[in-house]
Every structure is written in C-alpha cells, then in structure tokens.
C-alpha cells in the first residue's frame, strides 16, 4: 500500500531526549537506548515518529504517577520513514516513552555512519563513527520527530573504547571507565534544538586548543599527528566569535565549540551547534601544501558553519521551504567575516565570481525554483540545497543590505535573532524585524525576489541628451537563458547609477514595469552605469552607443573591479541568451588589455571555457585555443612563474589562474615550462608551491601515456593530504587518451583508492573533458543502479547527474538524456535532470545561432 508523504502529527511533541548509544565499530553497527518526555495532547493510540532502517525493541510509555504501558506493535512505514508504536489508549499529559534500537553504521555518508582512515603512524586501516543529520538523518540514528520545529533538548551519553575519544553538542561532564577497557561518557544538557544540529563522533583523533576574547573554548580536532594542520581554523573560530558576538549582539550561547576534520564526509561542512563536523580539505591547512585558494575557501567555510550557530542554530527555520533563510544567510555571512578578518582577500569582489554570477546562471532557467520553495517529501529537501537556496539567497541579502544600510541592517538582524531565539521562524519574521529596525518597506519588495522564480533584467530603452544631464527610460522584463520574452513576472528592484561625476548619482526603486530617471551632470560623452558594484540580483542590458562609451574606462581602469566585471559578466549572458552575438563579446574582452584584477579575470575565463566546451563539438578547436593564447600570454609574460617579494593574495591566485588557462588552451611554452617543473617537483629537486600543482599535473596529463599516467598515481598514493589527493585525483581528467580516461574512470570506483566523497568529482572532471564526454554517459548508463546506491539522497548525486549530462550540444542527445531518465527513477534529481536536458538545448541553439559569425572572426588566429 503507497502512503503519501505527510508532516508528523501535533497530537504528541518530544520535551526532552536522554539518549545512550553503544557504537561496535569493528562490526559497523551500533545499539542505544531512548528516554524521551514527551506530551500527549489529546487522546490517542499509536505515537508516530521518524525511523530509518533501525530495528526497535522493548517499546513503553511511563505517566506521571509511574504507570507503564507497553507498546502492542510497531509498524514500520518505511516509504515515508515513520513508525506507528500502537498502544491501548493514552490519555493527555505528560509521559516517558523508552525503547531500544539497533542500527548499523552505514557507509553512505547519512545518519550515524563509518568513516575509514589510518592510523599514525603505522597507517592501520580503521575506522571512526561519525555523524550527519541533515535534512533528514537523524532518524537513521535514533527514532525521534525529525522536523526542525519539533525542538527539544539533548542529554547524550556513549560508552565506547578507552583508547578513542568521543564528542557531541555539549561538553564532557562525566567519564567513567570499566575494567573491560571501555568507558561511558555524559555530556551536558544542550539548548533547546532540532534533531538535524545533533552531532556525534568516535574515533582516534588530536587536538588544537585556544579561547575567543569572549571567553570560548574553542578546539579543532584534527587525525593523529597532524594537529598543527587545525591551527589555521582555530585562528579563524577564535576571532570570528567575538566579531559575530558584536555584530549580532549576542553572545554566542554555548560554554565550547569544536570543529572536527571528517575523512568521509558528503558535503564541505556541517554546523552541529557546538561540533561542526568538516569534510578534511575544508578545514586543514598544512603551510607547504595548502594552496591560496583552499585556505580562502577554508576560511569562508568556517565562517559560514560558525554564523550557522545563530542564524539556523539559535533561530531555526520553521520548515525545509524557509531552507535559505539558514543557507542564504550563512553565506552572505561568510563574506562579511573572511572581510573582516582577511581584508587582503578583496573578498567582496570575489563574491561576483563565486556567489551571484553562478545564481544568475542557475535562476534564468525554465527549470529553476524560487527562493522559497514549497518541499515534502525527504527527496524533494535534498534537492533545494542548491545554488538557488545558498547563492541567491545570499545575493538578494547582499541587495537589502546593501538598501539597508549597514546600521539598520544590523539593527533589524539583532531583534530578529533575540525575539525568535530557541524557536522557528517563516522568512515574513525577518522582514517585520528589518522594517521595524529601518523604517523602511522591506516586505513588498523582497516578496518579488523570494516568492517568485528567475530574475528582471533593466534594459535602456531610451538615452535622451538634455541641457543639464541626460534622461534614461528603464523597462524591466524577466531574464530567460532562451531569450523568450515573459512580461508577466515583475519584480520591486533597488536601482543604483553611477557616472563619472558620482558614486551614486541616484537611487530609487523600480517599482513599474517603465521609469524615466534623469541625470544630472553627464554629457553625451559620459559613461552612465546602471546597478554600480553589481549588488542588485539583475542583469542590465544598454544600446551599443552606452557600452562604447565604458570601453575608455575599462581600458584605463577608472572604473571599479566589480564594475569591469559586471559589465563582462552581463554581456556575456545577454551573448549566450541570443541578444548579442559572441563575437561583440569576445571583441569586448580586447579591452581589458591592461587588466590586473584576478577576479574580473577569473570571470572572463569562466567565459572563455563555457565557450571552449560549446566550440568542442565543432572542428574550432585549435582556432580557439589560439584566441585563448592571444588573450592570456601577455598577461603569463608580466606575472612570470616565480612569486615575488611582497606579493599580494590576489597576484598569487591570478598567476594560478592564467598559467591554469594557457595549459588548457595547449599553449606550448607553458605546458613545456609546466612539465619541466612538474618533474623536479616529483624527483624532490624543486617542491612546486601549492598553488601551481593543479596547473603542472594538467600539463603533465594532457598529453599522459601509460608511464606518465602510473607516475601521476604513484604520487597520488604516496601522499596523506587529502587536498593532494584531491588535486591529482581531479587532473586525472585532463588526459586527451580515451583508453587512459577509461582507467581513471575505472580507478574513481575503486573504493581502496578513492573515496565515495571523491569518486564523483573525479568521475565529472573526465566528464568536462570532451574526450571523456561520451565515456562517462555510457559509463554512467551501464552502473546508474550502483551510483544511485551509493549517492542517492544527498546533494553528490545531483552533482554527478549534472557534471555527465550537461555538456552536450544535440537535440539527439537531450532526447537521449530524457529518455534515460524517463526509464530510470532518480529521487531527488529531478529538477537537476530537467535543467540538464535544458542546459543541453540551450548550447545546441547557441551554437546553431553564432556558429558561423564565430569562424568568421577566429579565421585569423
């Protein structure tokens, strides 16, 4: 019998959990024991509450006065993940409900699970029982009500070996050891919380230690020797607390915080309040091999986990709909506290590149969601954390905080967290708290950018010299990555412009589908810039006349960073939409000639290989890699191979960047300079800095045969660091030979070599290869009942499906794609499925569309 998904009844709410467990590593199972208070709300004869593959026993309720009643039977509804415990009827009040379970640490990454690492320094194999909860995983580890408003608090205790050390939410308050060489462990009564913030951990583990100015203990847990790797993350945790604790006001609410390195872990991290749990490479840094770029993302990272522990933690989103007041937030967040700490990073610039370009990608599909998207089912939870939930939502946060004002932003965000601490909230509470802290509307205009799927984008339809300045008619309308005209959606904008005469030479909203505004003091030669550092989640499109007029500007680079960008980034969207063709863009880009800014670079070279990947499935291969050459060797010439005195972060990660695109565009002097240093690296003549790794591997790999290809792995075996295996694991993909792609996707599915964790993105760099396009798909095709039962129900599958399917340029294969999919069930990765046969459409009419125009131009390279 099919039984609808539906959320958990009201009639019993859990008060309290005193919660035991006994973890048998070596047997990858576990059993534990529940006391729960619960109260019954009204008359009733079964308890239902979540549970997922656990097998539970000895179920009975306790009453006030100590009368027991024993469960008659336990139904397991194992489709929607809920059990029905049937009892006699039980009247309103307060009760205990006691059982035991018994579960087995799975290997998927979910729920209460194994993770494999080895032992120092004899390199044992072993193993850890870790946790991770979110959406809905905690009941893989204990039945409960598995739902974030049904909150309640956590007493956990665990007996496990002597020899291993064992953490949860709260700090130790009692250990006691037997004579059996185990021992039990009591933690302290947390908070008031949902079950997905519930974390656990067992294993072999050391440990940095150091205290906030606020008076946090704080520790990062790292494997066995490698301690000095947490220092980097502990410097981070230590100063972002107080700088949170200022920003929100509130101090942060619990006596400790770890961070633990995970070996086996899905995602980048997971914000347990008081244990966040990190995937290795997103929370260690080793000074020799930890490249620029991974201890920037380390720091966003911890940024983001430890913002979590007020806005998600302490203020929890009433449902799975609300997911990006967690998400969004946490990552608009992350930006502010890496600024704050890392002011070197220019990070704000980096959010373009990193943030709002790739929502704008996602968002201008037919088969995008809103911001706030109705979900049920734990398939449909899993599959909205996405760019949607974390970037957009950031990037329309950046948008009102930016129409705030930093005071009133901070203001509002204050009385938001303190009127709804230790409770749930709809996203309507945060915007009565920032209208009442700012005085300003906030709710009808961010209800246009929540509610309703996709993005406006402002187009100058007039451009009228008058005797004091110039007259301009905006005309709102929504971006479609078809170019398909929809006058329906209508959106509240914020608009900025800018001239060279002024920063902010106006603001207003956009509140009609047309606005005449005018500007004062610009002649007909002046620039005018619409949506100045590019905050407002919009694209702009202005008449030729308007975009010559910024060449000059980007040229001498008066014009800002997020400017030069903005208006590449947009250009080259309204390109790929069919509004402007390829070769003005491409025309473009001759004007940043003089351009020194790694993320404005960054951007174009995004372009460029969306570009490449399109002009793969033609014989403009080579014809483009020359353009490629002619646009980034003069840039390769100024930056050199050798970092210099007193460089700055962003010089580094440009020097990565540009010689990591001529490898790419077979730009022979550099893959010849690559392969001479890759090889001094590997003899121990001359160790490659960390940020030139990836860019000497792909050298070394484009043109691999057996030998090298053994080589490559032997490194690859040789090393502990998780970001090296990384790094080598992932150029594996740039090989150009189709029998070697064959082997390193066979290599990816060996589980003594690569984890599930990274199996996937090796799988997908041997993917984006057109080499290896057709490989993975039939790959793919041929193991889909194996990769779904490793990967199904969390946000790897999503990726997978994406990567393979994607990069295709055919009408046959988008029916190809559909037709597999419509055969095969991918809980979960539906919406990705259809964007992906979208996204396949897309690339197919782009090419048809500019095809020709493209050999025109590139005939002369």
Request: a negative charge.
């Amino acid at each position: 019998m099919k039984h609808d998904f539906e959320r958990l009844p009201k009639s019993v709410v859990p008060k309290n959990y005193h919660l035991h467990f006994i973890p048998n590593i070596p047997q990858f199972s576990f059993i534990g024991s529940a006391s729960i208070s619960i109260k019954i709300e009204e008359k009733i004869d079964r308890i239902t509450l979540n549970s997922v593959d656990l097998k539970i026993s000895n179920v009975r309720v306790t009453n006030a006065d100590g009368d027991i009643k024993k469960c008659k039977e336990v139904v397991y509804l194992t489709e929607i993940e809920v059990v029905h415990l049937l009892f006699d009827t039980l009247s309103p009040g307060t009760y205990s409900l006691e059982m035991d379970f018994e579960g087995e640490l799975n290997d998927k990454m979910k729920g209460f699970y194994r993770s494999k690492y080895f032992s120092h320094p004899d390199l044992e194999e072993r193993y850890a029982a870790v946790t991770q909860f979110e959406a809905t995983d905690a009941r893989r580890c204990f039945p409960c009500w598995d739902e974030p408003a049904l909150k309640a608090t956590f007493n956990i205790s665990m007996t496990i070996p002597q020899n291993l050390v064992g953490l949860s939410n709260m700090p130790l308050i009692e250990e006691v050891k037997s004579e059996n060489g185990m021992k039990t462990l009591k933690f302290g009564t947390s908070p008031i919380m949902s079950t997905y913030l519930l974390a656990m951990c067992v294993g072999e583990y050391d440990y940095v230690e150091g205290t906030s100015s606020d008076g946090v203990n704080v520790r990062v847990y790292t494997p066995v020797g490698k301690k000095e790797q947490g220092l980097f993350a502990l410097s981070v945790t230590t100063k972002v607390l107080p700088y949170y604790k200022d920003y929100f006001q509130i101090a942060y609410p619990l006596p400790k915080l770890d961070l633990i390195a995970i070996s086996d872990f899905a995602a980048g991290a997971m914000e347990g309040w008081g244990l966040i749990t990190y995937r290795e490479t997103m929370v260690l840094v080793d000074p020799e091999n930890t490249s620029l770029i991974r201890k920037q993302n380390i720091a966003l990272t911890v940024g983001h986990e430890v913002a979590h522990q007020w806005f998600g933690n302490l203020v929890t989103m009433e449902w799975w709909t609300e997911l990006w007041l967690n998400e969004g937030y946490a990552s608009f967040t992350e930006f502010l506290c890496v600024n704050h700490l890392f002011p070197e990073y220019d990070i704000w610039t980096q959010f373009m590149t990193d943030m709002h370009s790739p929502a704008l990608d996602a968002d201008c599909l037919d088969n995008s969601h809103p911001i706030e998207v109705e979900v049920n089912h734990p398939a449909e939870i899993d599959e909205i954390f996405d760019e949607i939930s974390y970037n957009k939502g950031a990037s329309v946060i950046r948008m009102l905080h930016n129409y705030l004002g930093d005071e009133d932003f901070r203001k509002g965000m204050h009385l938001y967290l303190t009127k709804h601490q230790y409770q749930n909230t709809i996203t309507e509470n945060l915007w009565e708290s920032l209208e009442k802290a700012s005085g300003k509307v906030v709710a009808n205009i961010m209800r246009t950018w929540i509610k309703q799927m996709g993005f406006p984008k402002v187009k100058v339809v007039k451009d009228i010299q008058e005797e004091n300045g110039r007259r301009l008619v905006l005309e709102q309308t929504k971006f479609t990555a078809n170019g398909s005209i929809d006058e329906k959606p209508f959106w509240m904008i914020p608009i900025s412009i800018s001239t060279p005469k002024s920063e902010n030479a106006l603001t207003t909203v956009l509140d009609k589908k047309e606005m005449e505004v005018f500007i004062e003091n610009v002649t007909e030669n002046d620039w005018i810039k619409i949506n100045p550092g590019t905050i407002g989640f919009y694209r702009t499109q202005y008449p030729s006349d308007m975009l010559e007029k910024f060449i000059p500007a980007i040229k001498n680079m008066s014009l800002s960073p997020l400017d030069r960008l903005g208006l590449h980034d947009d250009l080259f969207a309204l390109v790929q939409n069919g509004s402007n063709s390829t070769v003005e863009s491409l025309k473009l880009i001759d004007a940043y000639i003089n351009e020194d800014n790694f993320t404005v670079w960054s951007s174009i070279a995004t372009s460029l290989s969306k570009l490449k990947n399109l002009l793969s499935h033609t014989d403009l291969t080579d014809k483009f890699n020359a353009f490629g050459r002619h646009i980034f060797t003069p840039l390769a010439d100024k930056l050199g191979w050798e970092t210099k005195d007193n460089e700055s972060h962003l010089e580094t990660l440009l020097r990565s960047l540009v010689l990591s695109k001529l490898v790419s565009f077979n730009c022979e002097k550099t893959l010849k300079e690559a392969t001479r240093r890759f090889y001094l690296h590997k003899e121990g003549k001359q160790i490659l800095p960390a940020d030139l790794r990836m860019t000497c591997y792909r050298a070394v790999l484009q043109t691999a045969d057996e030998k090298v290809y053994e080589e490559m792995l032997e490194l690859y075996r040789s090393t502990d660091l998780h970001e090296e295996k990384d790094r080598i694991s992932r150029a594996l993909g740039s090989i150009s030979n189709p029998t070697l792609l064959q082997k390193v996707i066979a290599f990816s599915m060996c589980k003594e070599e690569v984890r599930a964790q990274d199996a996937v993105f090796v799988i997908a760099s041997v993917a984006v290869n057109p080499k290896g396009r057709d490989l993975t798909w039939t790959f793919f095709k041929e193991n889909w009942k194996i990769l779904l039962d490793q990967y199904s129900g969390g946000f790897l599958l999503t990726r997978l499906v994406k990567h393979i399917t994607e990069n295709f340029a055919s009408e046959e294969k988008a029916l190809e794609v559909d037709s597999f999919f419509k055969a095969h069930e991918f809980p979960g990765a539906e919406r990705t499925i259809q964007q992906s046969i979208e996204t396949i459409r897309l690339s197919t009419a782009w090419l048809n569309r500019d095809l020709a125009e493209i050999t025109e131009y590139l005939k002369d390279y």
